[in-house]
């Protein structure tokens, strides 16, 4: 069984930064796709990046030029969020799958909360 745990969420204020951190404890099948989605109060879960495990990047519109994703190695995955704005504010959670999501896990979520 495939655990993802999430680190690096708090309270920030409007421009500064934040950086979570996730790491599957337990072996995933390659190739995947790790990457990180947010869900706000009231509003559905949104992708916010993704990455291969060959380096291929998305990322919400949103976030481009704030955010930056990165792996180290196939197990991990972090998120470099600098000039955070009150709308960034939600719970982040981890995503491990493969490329025809026919498998996938999640983590438990991390509150980001960013004051104005």
């Known amino acids: 069984q495939v655990r993802l745990v999430e680190s690096g969420g708090g309270l920030v204020q409007a421009g500064g930064s934040l950086r979570l951190s996730c790491a599957a404890i337990?072996?995933?099948?390659?190739?995947?796709?790790m990457g990180w989605y947010r869900q706000a109060p009231g509003k559905q879960r949104e992708l916010v990046a993704t990455?291969?495990?060959?380096?291929?990047i998305n990322y919400a519109d949103s976030v481009k030029g704030r955010f930056t994703i990165s792996r180290d190695n196939d197990n991990t995955v972090a998120l470099q969020m600098n000039s955070l704005k009150p709308e960034d504010t939600a719970v982040y959670y981890c995503?491990?799958?493969?490329?025809?999501?026919?498998?996938?896990?999640w983590g438990q979520g991390t509150q980001v909360t960013v004051s104005s």
């Open positions: 995503n491990a799958r493969d490329v025809r999501i026919t498998w996938q896990y």
């Open positions: 337990g072996s995933i099948f390659s190739p995947n796709v």
């Open positions: 990455i291969t495990n060959g380096a291929s």
